[in-house]
């Protein structure tokens, strides 16, 4: 992987030259990851005019689901403890003759700019701006392999879930039970915290597990993802608990599972971001439900859970190949129900045949 890293940081080094910055300061931790492959506790990325550096407060732990540095990337670990690893790298960089510095200013504090500023007083830094991010946005098959790997995973405990007894059980059990068994098939953690929503709670968009008991006859709405080697996915499914759906269950998810279809059949190399989203918020708004929908109908994931690009109503660019997306619209009522599907997709050319579907788990209404 080293000569994987060394080409990210190659192509970020280009977009610094052009921009007429000698060198970039890195400190987003997925950044850092990114173009290190390890981002341990307060590290930070030097792209020096000399040499790169991966500036650390301390050793770095060897945790396998925290990466591991790139080993021809010297890592360097401050002498006293309570230092900053960004403030050392400025000094670092202005030492290797550097008079610029480029630097993400939507992460740096004010705090934390103005000490870079004192340490290294002859740098003229500048704003890297999203540079980073947006290298990220297209994956190559080993990020998309992690990926598919993580949503593997995520199937794999939610079809061991919904093979138990669930009637009875609170969310929060179900849950805990969720990001339990992503662990034990080989995930690093969780993606994100586990949402797990039944009957009336169903209805709210972002539910956040309770006490509430699973009864018969309720929705059942879940949304999960594992995190492996970093990299994060996501799958969220609704389901009837106990008896045969209800005819208003029926048509509430006849209608979601039509607009999440919409969705993914429009991801195609070229497709903007918001004629996606448009194509599955078509299908929620003809059917009376404009009001109350999600801000977006996915998002692009990888080593965050929530990236560029953004399927949203106002959202600006276009589709690549290899760039992996939620499609997750969702129409919730308050204090009756809700339903949301949810899968990550990779984006295919359809010589390639199309939008690889990464969560597998089925998608018609099951009554458990």
Same mark, same amino acid.
């Given at each position: 992987? +080293?000569?994987?890293?060394? %080409?990210?940081?190659?192509?970020?080094?280009?977009? *610094?030259? %052009?921009?007429? +910055?000698?060198?970039?300061?890195?400190?987003?931790? /997925?950044?850092?990851? #990114?173009?290190?492959?390890?981002?341990?506790?307060? %590290?930070?990325?030097?792209?020096?005019?000399?040499?790169?550096?991966?500036?650390?407060?301390?050793?770095?732990?060897?945790? @396998?689901?925290?990466?591991?540095?790139?080993?021809?990337?010297?890592?360097?670990?401050?002498?006293?403890?309570?230092?900053?690893?960004?403030? /050392?790298?400025?000094?670092?960089?202005?030492?290797?003759?550097?008079?610029?510095?480029?630097?993400?200013?939507?992460?740096?504090?004010?705090?934390?700019?103005?000490?870079?500023?004192?340490?290294?007083?002859?740098?003229?830094?500048?704003?890297?701006?999203?540079?980073?991010?947006?290298?990220?946005?297209?994956?190559?098959?080993?990020?998309?392999?992690?990926?598919? !790997?993580?949503?593997?995973?995520?199937?794999? %405990?939610?079809?061991?879930?919904?093979?138990?007894?669930?009637?009875?059980?609170?969310?929060?059990?179900?849950?805990? $039970?969720?990001?339990?068994?992503?662990?034990?098939?080989?995930?690093?953690?969780?993606?994100?915290?586990?949402? &797990?929503?039944?009957?009336?709670?169903?209805?709210?968009?972002?539910?956040?597990?309770?006490?509430?008991?699973?009864?018969?006859?309720?929705?059942?709405? &879940? *949304?999960?993802?594992?995190? #492996?080697?970093? #990299?994060? *996915?996501? !799958?969220?499914?609704?389901?009837?608990?106990?008896?045969?759906?209800?005819?208003?269950?029926?048509?509430?998810?006849?209608?979601?599972?039509?607009?999440?279809?919409?969705?993914?059949?429009?991801? =195609?190399?070229?497709?903007? #971001?918001?004629?996606?989203?448009?194509?599955?918020?078509? &299908?929620?708004? +003809?059917?009376?439900?404009?009001?109350?929908?999600?801000?977006?109908?996915?998002?692009?994931?990888?080593? $965050?859970?929530?990236?560029?690009?953004?399927?949203?109503?106002?959202?600006?660019?276009?589709?690549?190949? *290899?760039?992996?997306?939620?499609? $997750?619209?969702?129409?919730?009522? @308050?204090?009756?129900?809700?339903?949301? !599907?949810?899968?990550?997709? &990779?984006?295919? @050319?359809?010589?390639?045949?199309?939008?690889?579907?990464?969560?597998?788990?089925?998608?018609?209404?099951? =009554?458990?």
């Amino acid at each position: 992987m +080293s000569e994987v890293y060394a %080409a990210r940081r190659a192509r970020l080094r280009e977009r *610094c030259n %052009a921009g007429g +910055s000698a060198a970039a300061l890195v400190t987003r931790p /997925a950044n850092v990851r #990114y173009l290190a492959g390890a981002s341990p506790r307060g %590290a930070v990325l030097l792209l020096g005019k000399r040499e790169d550096l991966l500036v650390c407060a301390g050793p770095p732990d060897d945790l @396998p689901y925290e990466g591991r540095p790139d080993e021809t990337l010297r890592v360097q670990t401050l002498p006293q403890p309570g230092g900053d690893p960004a403030v /050392a790298a400025a000094d670092l960089a202005q030492a290797q003759g550097a008079d610029s510095l480029a630097v993400e200013e939507h992460h740096l504090t004010v705090a934390r700019h103005r000490a870079l500023a004192s340490v290294a007083p002859r740098l003229r830094r500048a704003d890297l701006g999203h540079a980073v991010e947006q290298l990220r946005v297209v994956k190559d098959e080993e990020e998309i392999s992690c990926l598919r !790997i993580g949503a593997e995973i995520a199937d794999q %405990a939610l079809g061991e879930l919904l093979e138990s007894i669930l009637v009875g059980r609170t969310e929060r059990h179900l849950a805990l $039970e969720l990001e339990r068994r992503l662990v034990d098939h080989g995930a690093d953690g969780p993606a994100f915290p586990t949402s &797990v929503a039944t009957g009336p709670n169903s209805g709210h968009r972002g539910h956040r597990p309770t006490d509430r008991r699973v009864e018969e006859g309720d929705f059942l709405s &879940v *949304c999960l993802g594992a995190a #492996y080697r970093g #990299y994060r *996915c996501e !799958i969220g499914r609704t389901f009837v608990i106990g008896t045969s759906p209800a005819d208003w269950q029926i048509q509430l998810y006849d209608l979601v599972f039509a607009a999440q279809r919409a969705g993914r059949e429009a991801l =195609a190399p070229g497709a903007a #971001y918001r004629d996606v989203d448009r194509a599955a918020r078509q &299908v929620l708004d +003809s059917a009376g439900h404009a009001e109350g929908l999600p801000a977006l109908t996915g998002h692009g994931v990888g080593l $965050e859970i929530d990236e560029d690009p953004q399927l949203a109503p106002a959202a600006m660019g276009k589709l690549d190949a *290899c760039v992996p997306v939620t499609v $997750e619209p969702g129409v919730h009522l @308050p204090g009756r129900g809700g339903v949301r !599907i949810d899968d990550t997709l &990779v984006v295919r @050319p359809e010589a390639d045949g199309g939008p690889e579907l990464l969560t597998i788990t089925t998608k018609e209404l099951l =009554a458990l």
